[in-house]
């Protein structure tokens, strides 16, 4: 990840834990306390985190048709999706 005031680089994927929902996509912009993702999913069930992140591996999604945008104040943490992001529904 860049090192600057905001540790996420825009363009880059990632994979996002809110205290709710977890979400896989592509940053295109952080503004006013939002992330904006392109290519986003939710996430339902990731099945073992450490598979996840390590293999790509998720149990459910449900892809977005279009860009999502997720509160910064819901966020508990946020790391590198490495892998293709998810775009069909499983």
């Known amino acids: ?4 005031k ?7 994927a990632y994979i996002v834990r809110t205290v709710t929902f ?13 992330l904006v993702l392109t290519d986003a999913a939710w996430v ?6 450490a598979d996840a992140l390590a293999k790509g591996t998720l149990n459910e999604v449900e892809p977005y048709v279009s860009e999502v945008c997720i509160n910064r104040a819901a966020i508990v943490d ?11 529904q499983k």
């Open 1 to 4: 990840m860049a090192k600057s």
């Open 6 to 12: 905001d540790a996420l680089k825009v363009g880059d």
């Open 22 to 34: 977890h979400y896989t996509g592509r940053l295109k912009a952080m503004w006013d306390g939002w």
């Open 44 to 49: 339902a069930d990731s099945g073992r985190w």
């Open 78 to 88: 946020v790391t590198a999706w490495t892998h293709d992001l998810p775009r069909a």
